[in-house]
């Protein structure tokens, strides 16, 4: 079965910074990957997903991230934050390949904005 | 489009109560999902439908019943509350197991 690790639970970065938050995932033949983002009090937003072509997939928000085969890895990304970036971001893969599989979530890493 | 909504926000219940916590979607999704989210454990699958009359448990499905009478709505019945019920719920909606999950807004639950 697929699995999916943020390594990092939280994240600080000052407003205006950069940002990547990481996720590996095990490896497959096939997978699909997706971001998600979730403002504090309210369900998740699809932000980005990979499902195949192009291995860099741009979200909403200036969020993007890379797809890398080889070192099993989808981080997300993005170049200048804001405060109302401020969330929880969580990863996820499934593998189209298997019949009945599903989505699996990582455990997810806070971003707090700095001012 | 609604998208997915869910009823209640917030709900108090007491240890032995039951309840249903509903869902209702309306973009003609064959496949919905009840997860529950906890500090530091992300979201974990709780029953899922692949498509009206038909449902599946997930990771973590004891003290919950689901039931999937049209492809709109799949409630998530708690048959008799405890403490370790205490979660926020999300409901979801997809073209597809694997596909990407469409959420709605959640349910705060809390058990004494």
């Known amino acids: 079965a697929q699995s999916v690790t943020q390594l990092d639970s939280q994240v600080p970065v000052f407003e205006e910074a950069p940002v990547e938050l990481r996720c590996n995932y095990s490896?497959?033949?096939?997978?699909?990957l997706f971001w998600y983002v979730q403002y504090p009090n309210q369900g998740l937003q699809l932000l980005l997903k990979y499902l195949s072509g192009s291995t860099l997939v741009k979200g909403i928000n200036g969020f993007e991230a890379e797809f890398n085969k080889s070192q099993t890895s989808f981080h997300l990304r993005k170049p200048s934050v804001h405060i109302s970036d401020t969330a929880e971001y969580f990863c996820?893969?499934?593998?189209?390949?298997?019949?009945?599989?599903?989505?699996?979530f990582g455990k997810g890493t806070r971003l707090h904005i700095l001012p | 489009n609604a998208g997915v909504t869910q009823t209640p926000k917030f709900q108090v219940l007491k240890t032995g109560q039951s309840m249903t916590l509903q869902c209702a979607q309306d973009m003609n999704h064959e496949y919905m999902s009840w997860y529950r989210q906890d500090p530091g454990m992300g979201l974990r699958l709780i029953h899922y439908?692949?498509?009206?009359?038909?449902?599946d448990q997930g990771e973590v499905p004891n003290g919950y019943n689901v039931s999937r009478s049209t492809t709109e709505d799949f409630p998530l019945r708690l048959l008799s509350a405890a403490p370790s019920q205490t979660s926020v719920y999300f409901c979801?909606?997809?073209?597809?197991?694997?596909?990407?999950?469409?959420f709605g807004p959640g349910t705060r639950l809390t058990v004494l």
């Open positions: 979801a909606s997809s073209l597809g197991l694997a596909e990407a999950q469409y």
């Open positions: 439908s692949v498509g009206a009359g038909i449902t």
């Open positions: 996820a893969v499934s593998d189209p390949g298997k019949r009945d599989d599903k989505i699996i």
């Open positions: 490896s497959s033949v096939s997978v699909y």
